[in-house]
């Protein structure tokens, strides 16, 4: 690792965009991975980045995540996330909650805690004793139709060596209530390790969870360079006839992606290079030691 090298990628959800959303996406993403770069900037750490990045986005309506998610197959939002401390391996994540404005921010709350998972009413109720905001009523669901939704992430390297890794939903539309995902297990939709690095997806959540997409990715790390090791997801993913994409930066600070999905919306910001950068497809990365 390069001293003082920071580092921050964010994605937005792995899907097809239409192109009257791409816009919102690409400044979406941008404006989570600038507010997570400025802490960075500042010495600030990993966790901090990835905690705020999320909750940007988490915030923002265009993606299917905190206020902004999809119904299941009852109407209900049900929001899943998790985040990884690299430096202790802590871990906090809740899964179907509903009345949690910023899942992530809970999550986050939760390092400290014990547990690595609540679910539902216990996770609400350790927000209340934590003192975070939560809605009276449930989060109402945006139209399960709405064509610009997706699963949010992040991975971040601070100036200290230390990395961290989130991922929050609304899943997937229509599912069965009381269906959680890849995105609150560690292994499956993110994880975080110093000296090896940090991933995060999005995708078909059964199949990722079943192949332990997160975990491949992470393996691949410990030999390879950013984007090689995110290609690890592309095998599962295709015995699994699904769809996923993931963002990683590797122990050098290089950040990488890949997905099979049409597209993946993400932004990211390094110390070595000049301001925000989006894209919508891999094709468009043009960070050299993301190879
Ligand atoms: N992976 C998420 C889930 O299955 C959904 C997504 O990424 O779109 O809950």
Known sequence: MVEGRWSIVVHGGARTIAHNRRAANRSGCAAAAQAGADILRRG???????????????????FNAGS?????????????????????LAIGAVAAVSRIYNPVEVAAGMLDAA???????????????RGLPLAATPLAPLPA??????????????????????????????????????????????????????????????????????ARVMRALETKKATSAARAIFKPLERMQAEAGAIVIDAAGGIGLAHNSDHLAVAYAASDLKGVKTLLHQNELDEPDGQ
């Open 115 to 129: 547990p690595i998972l609540l679910v539902g009413a216990g996770a609400e109720a350790f927000a209340r004793s």
């Open 145 to 214: 139709a709405d064509p610009g939704h997706d699963t949010v992430g992040c991975v971040a390297l601070d100036q200290t060596g230390h990395f961290a890794a989130a991922t929050s939903t609304g899943g997937l539309a229509g599912t069965m209530p009381g269906r959680v995902g890849d995105a609150p297990l560690p292994g499956c939709g993110f994880y975080a390790e110093d000296g090896i690095g940090g991933v995060s997806l999005s995708g078909d959540g059964e199949a990722i969870a079943r192949t332990l997409l997160a």
């Open 44 to 62: 600030g750490s990993a966790i901090e980045a990835v905690k705020v990045a999320v909750c940007i986005l988490e915030d923002d309506p265009t």
């Open 68 to 88: 902004g998610s999809v119904g299941n197959a009852a109407g209900e939002i049900e929001l899943d996330a998790g985040i990884m401390d690299g430096s202790t």
